[in-house]
């Protein structure tokens, strides 16, 4: 009997086995015509997993659930297998970052997707945490890859495999260039991986989300109610609504994307062709370490295009409020990431300002257009925390104010620096 994953050929938990199968030249074949919500019900795959979650892995000595666990189970059916290491404490290296690609990576990406995509109640907070814990995860393994080529060795191990296949679902979905850019080892990692031929025989090819998903309800809607007389057509519609196969569940849509539907057109997007570069300006800040009001603030107002964007200032309005450090720059941290969503057309600054309490938030923001966009308004409920006031780029203490908040400088209008946090 063959080896036969039961899965949707677009799950990337079952993307580990059938790279793991490629590397190890174990045969394991795809089920055909399979239906996330009907094939994992029936009996059949019930006997193999009685909570009906994918994938499972059919084998002549019983099925085997749970992705790690498949993924071990085809590595180890060849003798030797370099995927596992050559010594115990390779052996244990590997276990260590499997669990950590699953526990300290997925889980988070998962936090933060699922939500947006209605699949689960959307709370700000808890998005907050998990992307928090998401990037302290990344910036651990974007340490130990800044002298590392693979996880473990000088080979791709099945550590690798694992962690690719978690990090394909947060490159394509919700992290996007300016998030992981951040994390250049991660980056550099990540493509090197899903371009090995037998990565890319399974995945694909892989594309980078261009922006975060808006957050979708994740109440279905009510059905309107047909009138009491009419009793037949009634019946008619409850006897086809029998035949249609049931949907999938909040926790199967986890473990099985759909393909995703065609995203309308951001309004944004629609405007005339601008000048400026906006990946161009936030690499020149990002890469200028000296030399700064020379190189990376004469190089914004040469890129600076005013038809095509506009310039922001932002003061929080509830500054009284601001007596502990730490909150203050958690609310500004959360800020930042609720804006997430705009973060294809809009660069910003964010000041903490004082040296005791209360501290000041004052803001610079660069978008797209000649207003702050509609969707980040209707979206971030921070915004209306802030005053909004468009730069008067013919007031010259306006363009130093600009530059200012640009550079971080310290005095900022007579005031320490308490903290200054970038988007971009």
């Not at 949707?8 to 938990?13: I, L, R, S």
């Not at 580990?16 to 029936?42: D, H, P, Q, R, T």
């Not at 261009?210 to 009510?222: D, F, T």
Request: glycine share 4%; proline share 7%; with cysteine.
């Amino acid at each position: 009997m063959a080896l036969v994953l039961h899965a949707g050929n677009t799950n990337k938990n079952a993307f580990k086995a059938l790279i793991a199968a490629e590397y190890s030249g174990v045969k394991v074949e795809l089920v055909k015509n399979f239906e996330m919500g009907v094939s994992n019900k029936s009996p059949e795959f019930l006997k193999m997993n009685p909570i009906g979650k994918v994938p499972v892995l059919e084998t002549p000595d019983g099925p085997v659930f749970e992705s790690n666990a498949i993924a071990r189970y085809v590595t180890r059916l060849k003798a030797d297998n370099p995927l596992y290491g050559s010594t115990l404490i390779e052996y244990a290296h590997i276990e260590q970052w499997i669990d950590f690609g699953s526990l300290e990576i997925d889980a988070n990406i998962l936090r933060w997707f699922i939500p947006r995509v209605g699949f689960a109640v959307y709370l700000p907070l808890a998005e907050e945490a998990a992307i928090s814990a998401l990037k302290r995860a990344l910036g651990a393994l974007d340490t130990h890859l800044a002298s590392n080529t693979y996880l473990v060795g000088h080979s791709v191990t099945l550590a690798d495999i694992i962690m690719t296949c978690n990090l394909v679902m947060g490159f394509s979905r919700v992290m996007t260039k300016s998030f992981t850019s951040e994390f250049p080892h991660v980056e550099r990692y990540f493509w090197t991986m899903v371009n090995q031929p037998n990565f890319r025989k399974i995945l694909g090819e892989v594309k980078q989300a261009e922006s975060v998903p808006p957050v979708q309800s994740s109440k279905k809607p009510s059905q309107p109610k047909e009138p009491k007389h009419k009793d037949e057509p009634k019946k008619e519609a409850k006897k086809e609504a029998k035949k249609e196969p049931a949907k999938p569940k909040v926790a199967e849509a986890a473990e099985e994307e759909e393909a995703p539907k065609p995203k309308p057109k951001n309004p944004l997007d629609l405007l005339p062709p601008s000048k400026m570069v906006l990946d161009d300006w936030k690499r020149l800040y990002s890469n200028t370490k000296t030399n700064f009001r020379e190189v990376a603030i004469k190089g914004f107002w040469d890129m600076y295009d005013p038809e095509g964007y506009s310039l922001w200032f932002c003061d929080y309005k509830y500054n009284d409020e601001n007596t502990v450090s730490f909150v203050t720059l958690n609310k500004v941290t959360g800020f930042l990431q609720r804006m997430d969503l705009a973060r294809k057309y809009a660069f910003g600054k964010m000041l903490i300002v004082g040296s005791e309490a209360p501290f000041k938030v004052k803001g610079l923001w660069l978008f797209r257009g000649q207003e702050i966009p509609q969707f980040v308004i209707d979206e971030c409920y921070d915004m209306e925390l802030y005053e909004w006031k468009k730069v008067d780029l013919s007031d010259e203490a306006q363009k130093e104010r600009v530059n200012q908040m640009i550079e971080d400088q310290e005095p900022f209008e007579g005031e320490a620096l308490l903290d200054a946090k970038c988007f971009k």
